[in-house]
């Protein structure tokens, strides 16, 4: 069965430095979305991005961030300055477009320290 | 006002039994999603309940949904020590295509 893949599974980084977060969709998936979990808490929207281009986006989702989908298969996001708040585990998802049936990869862990 | 919220926040029952979580929410939706979420893990996609649905299964589980009180609920039957996770509800505002919004989730254990 198609998944959403992620990778890496857990990344460790400085404050202030960039990291970057990659995701495979599922192949056949045209819209595709970025959401974060801090330890403990709901899980909250970032981005969501449609025809090579943002469709919407949370205030989260700042000028620190980026998203990116370099080539036909990868989606990416990026954070230019890590913060000690950005420290969540982050899950990227894909939907098909019918009925906006979102399915998540495993996420990336990200502790910024 | 929050969308999906959860209830309870906390369920312990024996492996056998039935468990049951409900989810409310305040604005007109598209459709409303159940997730499962082991410990620090991702989120598994259980079900999909359309706005002019009132019931879906899916082996185990059964999904109902009320519009007109603005609530869901899952059951799940026979649970087994497996089952043990969070179980979040998230809906899709009348859009499409749009950001899922999602509750604290239920934290479900099951006792073997």
């Known amino acids: 069965e198609p998944e959403v893949t992620q990778t890496p599974s857990h990344q460790v980084t400085q404050m202030g430095q960039e990291v970057i977060l990659r995701c495979v969709p599922i192949s056949n998936h045209l819209y595709f979305y970025w959401y974060r979990q801090i330890l403990g808490q709901k899980v909250e929207f970032l981005v969501s991005?449609?025809?090579?281009?943002?469709?919407?986006k949370s205030e989260i989702f700042d000028d620190q961030f980026s998203v990116e989908r370099p080539d036909g298969s990868n989606f990416t996001l990026k954070i230019r300055s890590t913060k000690l708040e950005d420290s969540a585990m982050y899950f990227c998802?894909?939907?098909?477009?019918?009925?906006?049936?979102?399915?998540f990869g495993p996420g990336t862990r990200l502790t910024v320290l | 006002s929050q969308q999906g919220e959860e209830d309870p926040q906390a369920l312990s029952i024996q492996e056998g039994e039935n468990a049951t979580m409900n989810c409310s929410y305040k604005?007109?939706?598209?459709?409303l999603q159940w997730y499962r979420q082991n410990s620090g893990r991702g989120l598994v996609h259980l079900i999909l309940i359309r706005s002019n649905e009132r019931e879906k299964h899916s082996g185990r589980l059964r999904v109902t949904l009320d519009t007109s009180k603005k609530s869901s609920s899952l059951l799940i039957t026979a649970s087994r020590a497996a089952d043990t996770a969070s179980y979040f509800c998230?809906?899709?505002?009348?859009?499409?295509?749009?950001?899922?919004?999602f509750g604290k989730g239920t934290r479900l254990s099951v006792i073997a």
């Open positions: 998230a809906t899709d505002p009348v859009s499409g295509n749009t950001p899922l919004v």
């Open positions: 604005t007109s939706i598209n459709n």
């Open positions: 998802a894909s939907s098909d477009g019918e009925y906006n049936e979102q399915f």
């Open positions: 991005f449609y025809n090579n281009e943002i469709s919407e």
